[in-house]
């Protein structure tokens, strides 16, 4: 009998650092609406390939676009307004005979188009990001899932597609936090073959599910096939 529990643990000691994980994108994003409007272009075509300067989504952004112009031209006249009421201050302010109560209406008068002034641009930045977050353009992440199509109104928050960064892969592990110390000077083999890959991070605050282990990340670079199962051996 002792000899059976010799060689279980000999068995449980061997494969203590061997995990297996799915090899995942390094980054996974939902992309979500920032701004309401009807979907006026929704590039069905680019779901499941990776983009290349490639606009995804774009909201009728028609109606801001028109704000925008109209209100840089405000901005223009509400500076010609300041430059006349300026000048009139200044040769009021010349005029002895002028009293004070005359004078303080007038710097008002400037005071006041300074603030418009103020206002206006704080509108026509809000146009400009308004706008900006209605055409929404990838560089070159996979598009995953893309959740809206032509005519549909969509809300702050609504789901407009996923995409995915293939750049690098992932591989997340949970390690008991007994055997954490262990594994950090130990090298990695993946499928059985060594690898030069180094523990990225590990989280060193216990999973809510895995309330015994801490997560574990690696980082793999040149990733041909995602999605498949890794083994991760700790040697």
Do not use: C, H
């Amino acid at each position: 009998m002792r000899i059976l529990w010799i060689f279980l643990f000999t068995i449980s000691a061997v494969f203590a650092n061997e995990y297996y994980a799915k090899l995942e994108p390094i980054e996974s994003y939902s992309v979500k609406a920032a701004v309401s409007g009807k979907v006026i272009y929704s590039n069905s075509k680019i779901e499941g390939l990776k983009a290349n300067n490639s606009t995804i989504i774009e909201i009728d952004s028609m109606v801001n676009k028109v704000e925008l112009e109209q209100s840089r031209n405000k901005l223009k006249y509400i500076d010609e307004m300041i430059k006349i009421e300026k000048n009139n201050y200044d040769r009021l302010n010349q005029v002895s005979s002028k009293s004070a109560f005359e004078k303080d209406t007038q710097k008002l008068k400037v005071i006041n188009l300074e603030s418009s002034k103020a206002d206006m641009i704080v509108k026509i930045d809000t146009l400009k990001d308004t706008i900006a977050n209605k055409k929404l353009v990838e560089k070159s992440n996979y598009i995953f899932n893309i959740a809206v199509k032509d005519g549909d109104y969509v809300n702050p928050g609504t789901l407009l597609y996923e995409a995915k960064d293939l750049s690098k892969g992932k591989l997340e592990i949970f390690v008991p936090i007994a055997q954490i110390g262990e594994i950090k000077n130990k090298e990695i083999f993946l499928d059985g073959q060594k690898s030069d890959v180094k523990i990225s991070k590990i989280y060193e605050i216990a999973d809510s599910t895995n309330i015994s282990s801490y997560k574990v990340e690696l980082i793999i670079d040149n990733v041909k096939t995602f999605s498949r199962l890794v083994k991760i051996e700790f040697r």
